[in-house]
């Protein structure tokens, strides 16, 4: 709270930084718990629901940010009541999240003479490398992370897309990452009532060729007439999350239930390691092209799942995947 509402840049990086910390303890257990929780064949379903519950409250959080800040109110002093507000919802999330934690029932772990990875990193690259003898689980994670790097490449894309090339306020910036996010929950969705069984795997080249097609749409806008362009521009950014949402759900629910019990934690806390390293590398490619045209950057992305679709095409023919 002090953080927004002061504006202050470093305290900013320590809040978001210890976001990040408490999300690498908090992730792996939330995640390795599921198998443990739900017979196999229903965590589908229950990562579908779970995402979109997720998504619902990313969305929540995006939407009502940029209200907030839009608001017509007086500023006290130097500082907008808009950016009191958005810090105040931060707080009063995060209290709320705290308060729920107390009722979670404790269980015990599934491999409680494993000492804790105090190595850390290089614990992690040690799995990573057991992870991928296992070549469908390696797979697996490799697209779960490049879609995640994706994604926040997209994010930063849309902040850029909406405010710099079209000129769009932060209220209806924020309603373009509601559209992307409603795609990925309609998604989730769906991907939790179809792909069940072997059905999962017949479902990922699709999905990742309906991605490619919304990023496409969006890379064209410029290139159609004005009064098409929005529609466009939303619908577009709406397909891509849809696809995103399609292929997410199955994927993480693969990371969960193939490895062994006492290796679902460690297997996720690795596929974390791979996601958000390669979230930070998309984050420093956004900022070496960000002169380039947001929708030119879509044209790239569009590409990259063109691509994704094609290796998931040639990959999913391999003996390997017959079991």
Same mark, same amino acid.
């Given at each position: 709270?002090?953080? =927004?509402?002061?504006?202050?840049?470093?305290?900013?990086?320590?809040?978001?930084?210890?976001?990040?910390?408490?999300?690498?303890?908090?992730?792996?257990?939330?995640?390795?718990?599921?198998?443990?929780?739900?017979?196999?064949?229903?965590?589908?379903?229950?990562?579908?629901?779970?995402?979109?519950?997720?998504?619902?409250?990313?969305?929540?959080?995006?939407?009502?940010?940029?209200?907030?800040?839009?608001?017509?109110?007086?500023?006290?002093?130097?500082?907008?009541?808009?950016?009191?507000?958005?810090?105040?919802?931060?707080?009063?999330?995060?209290?709320?999240?705290?308060?729920?934690?107390?009722?979670?029932? !404790?269980?015990?772990?599934?491999?409680?003479?494993?000492?804790?990875?105090?190595?850390?990193?290089?614990?992690?690259?040690?799995?990573?490398?057991?992870?991928?003898?296992?070549?469908?689980?390696?797979?697996?994670?490799?697209?779960?992370?490049?879609?995640?790097?994706?994604?926040?490449?997209?994010?930063?894309?849309?902040?850029?897309?909406?405010?710099?090339?079209?000129?769009?306020?932060?209220?209806?910036?924020?309603?373009?990452?509601?559209?992307?996010?409603? @795609?990925?929950?309609?998604?989730?969705?769906?991907?939790?009532? @179809?792909?069940?069984?072997?059905?999962?795997?017949?479902?990922?080249?699709?999905?990742?060729?309906?991605?490619?097609?919304?990023?496409?749409?969006?890379?064209?806008?410029?290139?159609?007439? =004005?009064?098409?362009?929005?529609?466009?521009?939303?619908?577009?950014?709406?397909?891509?999350?849809? @696809?995103?949402?399609?292929?997410?759900?199955?994927?993480?629910?693969?990371?969960?239930?193939?490895?062994?019990?006492? !290796?679902?934690?460690?297997?996720?806390?690795?596929?974390?390691?791979?996601?958000?390293?390669?979230?930070?590398?998309?984050?420093? =490619?956004?900022?070496?092209?960000?002169?380039?045209?947001?929708?030119?950057?879509?044209?790239?992305?569009?590409?990259?799942?063109?691509?994704?679709?094609?290796?998931?095409?040639?990959?999913?023919?391999?003996?390997?995947?017959?079991?």
């Amino acid at each position: 709270f002090a953080a =927004l509402w002061r504006g202050n840049l470093a305290l900013m990086v320590v809040m978001v930084g210890a976001m990040g910390l408490q999300s690498a303890l908090f992730s792996p257990a939330l995640n390795g718990s599921l198998p443990e929780l739900f017979p196999r064949e229903r965590l589908v379903w229950v990562n579908g629901i779970l995402r979109v519950g997720v998504t619902l409250g990313i969305l929540a959080g995006v939407a009502s940010a940029g209200m907030a800040l839009d608001l017509p109110l007086p500023k006290l002093g130097h500082v907008p009541w808009g950016r009191g507000l958005v810090g105040l919802g931060v707080l009063s999330f995060s209290l709320a999240g705290w308060a729920l934690a107390w009722l979670i029932p !404790r269980r015990g772990a599934s491999d409680p003479s494993r000492p804790f990875p105090w190595s850390g990193p290089w614990e992690t690259l040690r799995e990573l490398r057991s992870i991928g003898a296992d070549r469908p689980l390696g797979r697996i994670l490799l697209l779960d992370a490049l879609l995640w790097s994706m994604g926040v490449f997209q994010l930063l894309l849309i902040n850029a897309l909406g405010k710099e090339q079209f000129g769009f306020s932060d209220r209806a910036t924020s309603l373009l990452v509601m559209a992307q996010m409603l @795609g990925l929950a309609v998604g989730g969705l769906g991907a939790a009532h @179809g792909a069940q069984g072997k059905a999962w795997l017949r479902m990922l080249a699709p999905s990742a060729w309906l991605m490619a097609l919304g990023m496409g749409l969006v890379w064209l806008v410029p290139q159609t007439a =004005l009064a098409l362009q929005n529609p466009l521009l939303f619908g577009g950014v709406a397909l891509a999350g849809l @696809g995103g949402g399609l292929l997410l759900v199955p994927t993480e629910t693969f990371l969960q239930a193939r490895p062994a019990p006492e !290796r679902k934690g460690a297997t996720w806390a690795a596929a974390n390691f791979a996601s958000f390293s390669g979230m930070t590398l998309a984050s420093g =490619l956004y900022i070496l092209v960000n002169r380039v045209a947001p929708t030119h950057a879509y044209g790239g992305l569009a590409a990259l799942s063109l691509a994704i679709a094609l290796w998931l095409m040639v990959e999913l023919r391999h003996p390997a995947w017959e079991g």
